[in-house]
């Protein structure tokens, strides 16, 4: 029963509130300044002895069109050879930290992530994969989980037969609209044939696995268009569909003041939308996996789901989550045991760190005990909808219901309400609250009492 999933418009409004994404926990808000250079190296050192799998994350950030809704870190030109020095920079901290790690760490899953990674020439891709193959144990046999963000105005059939070669098996397109009048004012003009191209190209070549990215809220966004976009990529039939909400935050992302706040949809709109991505999806056979993503009953994610291994972390849903990752490029996170480290989200910095033979971490947080109790709580959560308190009490030796009291009250409102069961044993979310899983977790997370509230959040809806 984990694919049903009820939409309670009551419960929604009610519940609608901003909050994280819980890819980690604690999020990458609460990082900070006292972890660096060292402290990365350090538990490098630490992985390679406990001989731990990785998972790596590359990000190549550039782009040759700036979309007005982006929120990523990217750097906007046509100079098709400005990657280059950016990429002898990364090649070094490839070396750096590959140096620290162990011959027999096997790296089970790669994602290249942007940005648009084929903004690189097809000889940089190459030299990259095999950059990365040299100083790596890259799992081979098209065994490993090896993805790559795709863009279809920057590849096509060639670009496509080039990374399958280079060993990636999976894809994720960004598709966000396809109405042309949204895609207009979000300076993103795709055409559909263009999609279709890749979606052809990956079967043909045998991917595995097909993600659609989708928004809805998007300016000039209504429900008649939505629904026309949807039924559109669910007859491309992707593997899997994220489905995000739209965050205007102008006064964070400076990209953002292009788009009128005239043009938005109100927030009920952008909730009849949100009902709309579910009834269609879920009708169509899509599984509603959490947190804004669905996936076809036989995707790894769902299987992961129903057999207990599905796990989430900055890199979503991932069935990988045993990994340490390791973040490789300007702003790149990386999970390494119990420390979150980043990178510089300056480019300049990032280069000049690298060209001293330092790694570029500039931030980041070491979890203590209370914070692995609780990111355990919101994984359970997030990944399966159900929490079991033995579990949690066996694994950090408390007493559940004691160590969370002032949440209690909280939660016996959230049961009141619909959202979840909760016994002395378990909280189980029913179909109403998955959906809102995200206000359940905030009920968990330390860092959201109000002497510890963050300053930026996005709506869950």
Known sequence: MLDVIRWDTDLIRRYDQAGPR??????????????GFF???????????????????????????????????RVITKDRGCARSYLERLEKEIALVARHLGPDQVVEQLHFGGGTPTFLSHDELRHLMATLGTHFHLQDDDHGDFSIEIDPREADWSTMGLLRELGFNR????????????????????????????????????????NIDLLYGLPLQTPERFAQTLKTVIALQPDRVSLFSYNHDPERFQIQRRISAA?????????????????????????????EHFALPDDELAIAQEDGTLMRNFQGYTTHGHCDLIGLGVSAISQIGDLYCQNSSDISVYQQSLDQGQLATTRGLR???DD???????????????????????????????YFTSAWPDLERMADDG???????????????????????????????PEHRPE?????F
């Open 372 to 402: 692995r109790i609780r990111r355990q709580v919101i994984q359970d959560l997030t990944c399966y909808f159900e929490l079991r308190f033995e579990s949690i009490e066996s694994t950090f030796g408390i007493d559940f219901k004691d």
């Open 39 to 73: 402290d990365s190296l350090h538990a490098l050192r630490s992985s390679r002895h406990a001989n731990r799998p990785l998972s790596l994350y590359i990000h190549l950030p550039f782009c040759a069109n700036a979309c007005h809704y982006c929120a990523r870190n």
């Open 367 to 369: 979890c203590n005990k």
């Open 456 to 460: 930026r959040q996005s709506r869950a």
């Open 263 to 291: 043009d938005l949809p109100s927030e009920t709109v952008k909730q009849a939308m949100l009902q709309l991505g579910v009834e269609a999806l879920t009708q169509s056979g899509y599984r509603y996996i959490g947190m």
């Open 171 to 210: 894809i994720s397109v960004g598709v966000q609209a396809l109405d042309p009048e949204v895609q207009r004012a979000i300076n993103r003009m795709q055409t559909l044939e263009q999609t279709q191209t890749i979606i052809e190209a990956a079967r043909t070549l045998q991917y595995r696995s097909i």
């Open 419 to 449: 959202l979840i069961q909760l016994s002395d044993d378990s909280i189980v979310v029913l179909p109403a609250g998955r959906l809102l899983v995200r206000a359940l977790c905030m009920q968990f997370d330390h860092y959201l009492f």
């Open 22 to 35: 819980y890819t980690s926990y604690p999020t990458a808000l609460q990082f900070n300044d006292k972890v």
